[in-house]
Structure formats: structure tokens, C-alpha cells
């Protein structure tokens, strides 16, 4: 067999770049625009500005201060220019003789000597000028843009001869755009002379507009075709059979030690709803930090327990877990007990012993209610009946880990008696977060999950005044903990490390325990001296559940802490929280931080001590944060600025899957056409299903996959 020509190292970057067809290639847009139309002199350059320019070679040297460099001394007219060349080959010293006119391109910058250029491109002077402006796009190691650029234009000829960008939005429901999918393709790859730069640059052209239509409409079919999925499959029906007497569900009720808020009862209602269908539910709560979301999941879990099936709830740490470990025991055994049934506890640092007879539980369907970590989705983990997933900090868990556990009802090969139809239902799935999505994001991002909001703080929740006070004012802050202390109340101090960094010059965390514990103990006796605790990720799990322990009993009064207290953690008679180098925490989770105090009835305080080095200043992105936190406690506010001064992608992880959703589409920016395209899709799905098949095709980006989970 003839083996086929080896790739040049140009086209194996083009492979490591995904552009391997002519859609593709075609897709790969510029970033940027150089106007190399015109000549322009060196003797009108401004400082900064790219030019091209034509001059005659005065004289050519390698130097070698202050580094090994090639210096080239041009004139054109009465203007001087040296270029500079630091990395260089023997075979460029050729390309320069004295005395030829020869065209460059580069930076022009000012100093003493006069103009400078460094590594401007070189070319014979003389030959045509490009008649439209010059893409310039992203590229990679051995791929150079004239290599690209030739290669994208190429893909670009090929793809306009296929089907491929024919259009597929039927004639009525097309935005008011003036251009076609070919023509903004031509428009964005081989624009004229006389289109704005600015207005290709800042995605505002009636091309861009075309793709960002475009790709948006995909998305948003993308999402309708996953849900449409969804509904084929079936799910157990979790409506509860009392015989007369009260539900599970209205026997926690009365148990509760306080009332539902509105928002609570109509957010319960609404996963009710959910539970009595034979489509799966796949619903996201979200609510501000505080705002209850345990005791919607608890009822959740009734609900499925009443009707006979199991519930899991899955969390991202051990902490978490606990903390709803803790609740839901309280609450639900002594309910469950009476049927026979548990709530079993399962995590991975469990002893072999106690596992095993979680595992037994579990496979016998005694564990009514499985609450733990990734231990819930391992393979030796079999349910008897799974009928609800709930997973907390949704976010934390990867798209494979929230699929294996909607998987849990396919196998259990130890179990040969259960009903065979039993492993073609999917449980339903409930996934929770505190952090709220804005609008904008949940028409893009979710569109394809029901999404229930707690827009209603529990009463009894006290406001938390928000300090932000430099690092020199550390000795106010310590005086403010013993003035907490005294009164009885205790403290949270979170660090940003625990191991000391040659690069970042931060106070860890167990310096700061150490000297945290001496500067309160001053003065005292060694009875008197408040206990101050440690906490932190590389801690085995027994003891973080200890310090833990200790710290809500009030046994400890200061805890120092890594952000592994970031969620679910609640101790009520912790009134003061003390962010150390809060400039380098994001914004959600300093409002995460933050809602671990003003549990209780104490006026409560969060002090965000930022530093700065000595000839630093703090970033304008630190100060948005800081500010944001002082000037508002509202969760959807705070999600909003986040969403404002991060972006979508990093704010959403994109999905929680490292890859970016959108290419050319800005949820942010783009609202009225992500309106349209939220509207259209169902539309040109039920009635135009073929072109919305080929709409999807085209655009092989949409991370469907993503959807699913």
C-alpha cells in the first residue's frame, strides 16, 4: 500500500487548530484587520501607529549591545528609520542591500535616536497593494499568516461551492439582516478597502450580526432538540399514595421548626408538579445563599420517598455533605424509621466496614434517602430504585459525573428479581445552586433545564454590614475579633493558600492560625485564651468533620479556614468573617463567603481586607469586586456585576465543561437577538425540520453533549 505524502509542519498546525475541512476553515474568522491599501511616509507617522512604507537601505549590522541583534538603518525622503531584528537568520542579512528600495510594515516608535521599527515585515518594493484590508487571525506555533491566510481563503472558495451555507432560515422568520451567511462569510475574510476597521473589529458590522444570528439560532435549536430528547424518555411517577393519612411530605411540614416563605411553597409546588410526570424532570433551583434550599431539596425527597422510590443527593465536599447529612437525619428519620427505611450516609473516606453496609442498604432499598460525595456515582454504588437525583453546587460536578448518576437505574447486576422496565426509567434530577444566573444567561445557557427560583430570604436573616479595609489596618481588625469574642460570639478568618508560594507573597493559612492564636492570647491566662482552629482542603476528612464539629458546638472560637467553607456551612453564632487578600477572590464566591455569617440574631460583619504590594495599586477589576460587596447583598445583583465583569464563559465555566459555547455570539450584548432566536427555534423545529437538521450541521460547535447532563 502507497503511503500517503507526510504533512508539512504548517498543515499539522492547521490539525492542532481543528481546520481540517473547509467549513471549518471557513468558520475561522479574523480578529483583527491591517490596512495595507496604501503607502503611507514616515515622515507623517505618529508614535504607535502600524504603517507601510517604502525606503532605501542605508546600512546593515549585527550589534551586540545590549543584545546580539540585526540593525538596519533605512531612509525614505528626509525621514530615518533604524528596524531591529533580535531573532534573525543568515539568510535575512540577505535580504537587506545597501542602496534597494525595499517595502516594510511594523510599529512605528519614537525615542532620542529618531523612529524605530522592531521585527517589521520585509517585502520588494514596488509590487501591488492588496485591494481590501488584511485579516489577520488566530493562529499557532509554525503556522504563519500568510500560510493561513491562504488556507482559510481557500476553504472559503470551496465551501461557497457546496451546499453548505445555503441558506436555512425560512424567509418569514429571518432577522432584519442585509446580508446573507456566503456574503457575510466574503465580507469577513476579504473586506474592502472602505469598510470601517472599527466596525469589523467590535463585531458591530451586518456580517457579524449575520453569524451571531446564525449561531445563536443553532444554540438555541441545539437546546430544543435536547429537550425534545428528554421528553421521549420516561421517568418514574413519584405521586404520593397516602391511604387517608398524611404524606411524608406534610409530616415534615409539621415538623419543621418554621414556616415556609412564598417563594419556598411555590418553588415546592413546582417540583411536585415535576415528580408526578412520566418525563423526567430535569429542573435547576437556584437561590441566594441562605435562601433554603435544603428544606425544598428535603421536600423533594419526601415526595419520591413517599411514592416508593429512592433519592440521592449528591454534594462536591464532604462538609457540604455533612451539613445536609446532619439536617435531613434530623428531620427525616424519625419519619422514615417508622417505614422501615433510613437516610445512609456514603463518602469515600468511610471505613470499609461502615461502606459496605452503606452499599447493602442501598441495593436493598432500605436506604430511602443516600446522601454523600462522588463516592454516590461509583461503580460498587447499586440502587434498588433510584426516582430522584439531587445534586447541590451543581456547578462543582462535571457534565461524565451528573450523567453517571442519572445512569444508576441501568445496572445492577447483583439484583435479578426487580421489574425489567425498571432500568428503561430515568430518575428525575433536581440540581441546585447559589449562585443565580442572570436573565441573559439562563435564555442561552439553559434554556434547555426548567429553572425554579428562591427570590425570598427565610425571616430572621440579619443584614451583614461589609467592611473593605487595607492590610495596614490588620492590628483594628484583631482588636474587632476580641470585641466579637467577648460577647460571646465567634469568628471566621478565610485565607486564599495553605502552602506558602515563591510567586504570590501571600499570608497562609497556617501562618496566620499561629499567629492569630498568640496575638488574641495576650494578656490572658492559658484558661482564658480563646481556641483557634484550622481548617483546611488537605486535611483528611475526619478531622475537617472534627474542627467542623467543634467550631458549631462553640467548643472553638476563631476558625481559620481555606475557602472549604465556602458553601453549606452554618453556625449561627458566628458574627464576624474576615476575607484576607479578598482583591483575589471572585466576586461570587466573596458573596459566598460572606453568607456563612448573619445566620443568627447578633449584628454580623464581613471585613474584606485587601493588600497591595509596595509599588502596586489595587487592579481596576479588584475595585469593581470590593465595591460591588459593599454596596450590595442581593445575590442576583452581585451575580449580575460578576456576569458584567468576568463574561459569560468564565463565569459560567461554560457549562462546567472547559469549552466555549459561543464563538461569535455575546449573551450580554446580543439580547434582542437572542430573543429572536429563543423564539424561532421550537418554531423552524416542529415546521421546518429538515433545514433545522441542516442549520445544526452546519454548525458543529454547539456542544450538544453538554446538554444532556
Not at 537568520?89 to 540577505?94: C, E, N, V, W
Not at 453569524?211 to 411517577?237: C, D, G, M, T, V
Request: hydrophobic share 40%; glycine share 6%; proline share 5%.
Amino acid at each position: 500500500m502507497e503511503n500517503s505524502k507526510p504533512l508539512s509542519a504548517p498543515q499539522k498546525a492547521l490539525h492542532r487548530m481543528g481546520l481540517t475541512s473547509p467549513t471549518e476553515l471557513a468558520l475561522h474568522l479574523p480578529f483583527r484587520y491591517e490596512d495595507e491599501t496604501r503607502l503611507g511616509t514616515l515622515r507623517e507617522a505618529r508614535e504607535g501607529e502600524v504603517i507601510l512604507f517604502e525606503a532605501v537601505v542605508q546600512s546593515v549590522e549585527v550589534v551586540y549591545r545590549p543584545r546580539r541583534q540585526l540593525k538596519v538603518e533605512v531612509r525614505s525622503q528626509e525621514s530615518a528609520c533604524t528596524l531591529r531584528f533580535f531573532n534573525f537568520y543568515p539568510t535575512q542579512l540577505k535580504q537587506f542591500v545597501v542602496g534597494e528600495t525595499l517595502r516594510f510594515k511594523g510599529e512605528v516608535r519614537g525615542g532620542l535616536m529618531g523612529y524605530t521599527v522592531m521585527h517589521p515585515t520585509v517585502q520588494k518594493a514596488g509590487g501591488p497593494l492588496p485591494e481590501g484590508l488584511t485579516p489577520v487571525y488566530a493562529s499557532t506555533q509554525g503556522l504563519p499568516q500568510s500560510y493561513l491566510r491562504k488556507a482559510v481563503l481557500s476553504g472559503l472558495k470551496v465551501a461557497m461551492k457546496s451546499s453548505h451555507f445555503e441558506p436555512t432560515i425560512p424567509k418569514a422568520w429571518e432577522p432584519h439582516l442585509s446580508l446573507s451567511l456566503k456574503e457575510a462569510l466574503w465580507a469577513l475574510h476579504c473586506p474592502s478597502a472602505q469598510t470601517p476597521i472599527e466596525s469589523l473589529q467590535s463585531h458591530e458590522h451586518p456580517a457579524w450580526q449575520r453569524l451571531k444570528a446564525e449561531e445563536l439560532l443553532a444554540q438555541q435549536l441545539s437546546q430544543y432538540q435536547a429537550r425534545q430528547a428528554r421528553l421521549e424518555l420516561r421517568s418514574p411517577i413519584l405521586e404520593a399514595t397516602t391511604g387517608g393519612g398524611k404524606s411524608l411530605a406534610e409530616q415534615l411540614l409539621e415538623v419543621l421548626p418554621f414556616e415556609l416563605t412564598r417563594a419556598q411553597k411555590r418553588v415546592t409546588q413546582e417540583i411536585a408538579d415535576d415528580l408526578k410526570s412520566a418525563q423526567p424532570m430535569h429542573r435547576l433551583l437556584q437561590g441566594d445563599v441562605g435562601s433554603g434550599k435544603t428544606v425544598v431539596a428535603a421536600l423533594a425527597a419526601a415526595h419520591c420517598i413517599q411514592a416508593g422510590w429512592q433519592c440521592a443527593l449528591m454534594a462536591p465536599t464532604e462538609i457540604l455533605a455533612s451539613q445536609h447529612f446532619e439536617k435531613l437525619l434530623f428531620w427525616l428519620e424519625p419519619l422514615l424509621a417508622s417505614r422501615g427505611l433510613q437516610v445512609v450516609w456514603l463518602t469515600g473516606s468511610q471505613k470499609k466496614k461502615d461502606k459496605l453496609a452503606s452499599l447493602t442498604l442501598i441495593e436493598s432499598g432500605k436506604a430511602a434517602l443516600v446522601i454523600g460525595t462522588h463516592a454516590v456515582i461509583q461503580e460498587s454504588v447499586h440502587f434498588k430504585a433510584l426516582g430522584l437525583a439531587i445534586i447541590d453546587e451543581q456547578h462543582r460536578f462535571g457534565v461524565a459525573q451528573r450523567l453517571a448518576l442519572r445512569q444508576k437505574n441501568k445496572t445492577n447486576p447483583n439484583d435479578s428479581t426487580r421489574d425489567a422496565g425498571l432500568t428503561d426509567l430515568e430518575p428525575h434530577m433536581l440540581m441546585m445552586t447559589a449562585t443565580p444566573i442572570p436573565r441573559t444567561l439562563a435564555m442561552s445557557y439553559f434554556a434547555d433545564l426548567d429553572v425554579s427560583t428562591l427570590d425570598e430570604l427565610p425571616p430572621g436573616r440579619t443584614p451583614v454590614m461589609t467592611k473593605v479595609l487595607s492590610e495596614h489596618r490588620r492590628p483594628e481588625v484583631i482588636e474587632r475579633i476580641k470585641h466579637q469574642l467577648a460577647l460571646g460570639q465567634q469568628v471566621y478568618w478565610v485565607c486564599p493558600l495553605i502552602e506558602e508560594s515563591e510567586k504570590i507573597d501571600l499570608v497562609n493559612a497556617t501562618q496566620t492560625h499561629a499567629e492569630l492564636a498568640q496575638l488574641l492570647s495576650e494578656g490572658l491566662g492559658a484558661g482564658e485564651a480563646p481556641r483557634v482552629a484550622l481548617l483546611h482542603s488537605k486535611m483528611p476528612e475526619p478531622e475537617k468533620r472534627e474542627v467542623m464539629r467543634a467550631f458549631k458546638e462553640g467548643q472553638t472560637h476563631v476558625l481559620v479556614s481555606t475557602t472549604v467553607i465556602e458553601v453549606g456551612v452554618d453556625v449561627p453564632n458566628a458574627s464576624l468573617m474576615v476575607i484576607e487578600h479578598a482583591e483575589r477572590f471572585g466576586l461570587s464566591q466573596l458573596h459566598q463567603l460572606r453568607g456563612r455569617v448573619g445566620r443568627g440574631q447578633a449584628v454580623s460583619a464581613c471585613v474584606l481586607l485587601y493588600s497591595t504590594g509596595e509599588h502596586q495599586r489595587l487592579s481596576d477589576t479588584a475595585k469593581e469586586r470590593l465595591k460591588a460587596m459593599v454596596e450590595t447583598q442581593d445575590g442576583f445583583e452581585i451575580a449580575r456585576r460578576d456576569l458584567a465583569i468576568r463574561g459569560p464563559g468564565e463565569f459560567l465555566g461554560a457549562r462546567q465543561s472547559g469549552a466555549q459555547l459561543l464563538r461569535f455570539a455575546d449573551p450580554l450584548v446580543d439580547v434582542q437577538m437572542m430573543e429572536w432566536a429563543r423564539e424561532t427555534a421550537p418554531k423552524m423545529w416542529h415546521e421546518h425540520f429538515e433545514a433545522s437538521q441542516r442549520h445544526l450541521s452546519r454548525w458543529q460547535g454547539i456542544r450538544a453533549e453538554y446538554l444532556k447532563a
